[in-house]
């Protein structure tokens, strides 16, 4: 859930992850390693949300969860640039780092099957 469209008040109780609880400096979560390894970002303003939303994207497909670009829902998800691209789309980088990114995201999805 994108926190832009709800109020913390709502969620009182829930688990709410953000980029502070995905790494650290020393010991950089491996989208993060990714990230930084693919220049997958350029500013660093959007960097935060990329980074949480690949991580998420990554395990949505592990978890077979169908896209609006997803051809057979009968099939295992693969993670295809079509797949990650629709996944991501809301995420708006504006120095245009979406090649590197979706490389980052690709070399973690391989590195972890």
């Known amino acids: 859930m994108l926190s832009c469209l709800t109020l913390a008040v709502m969620h009182d109780g829930d ?4 980029i502070e609880g995905i790494g650290l400096p020393g010991n950089l979560d491996a989208m993060q390693r990714a ?15 990329q980074v949480a939303s690949a ?17 057979d829902l009968t099939a ?3 993670f295809t640039e079509a797949e990650i691209r629709e996944r991501m789309s809301g995420n708006i980088c504006r120095c245009g780092a979406y090649a590197n990114i979706l490389a980052a995201i690709t070399e973690v999805a391989e590195q972890q099957t």
């Open 35 to 49: 990230f930084v390894d693919n220049d997958g970002f350029k500013c660093g303003y959007c960097t935060p949300g």
């Open 15 to 18: 688990e709410v992850h953000t």
């Open 76 to 78: 295992t998800i693969a």
């Open 55 to 71: 991580k998420a994207v990554v395990e949505e497909i592990r978890a077979n969860i169908p896209s609006q670009v997803t051809g």
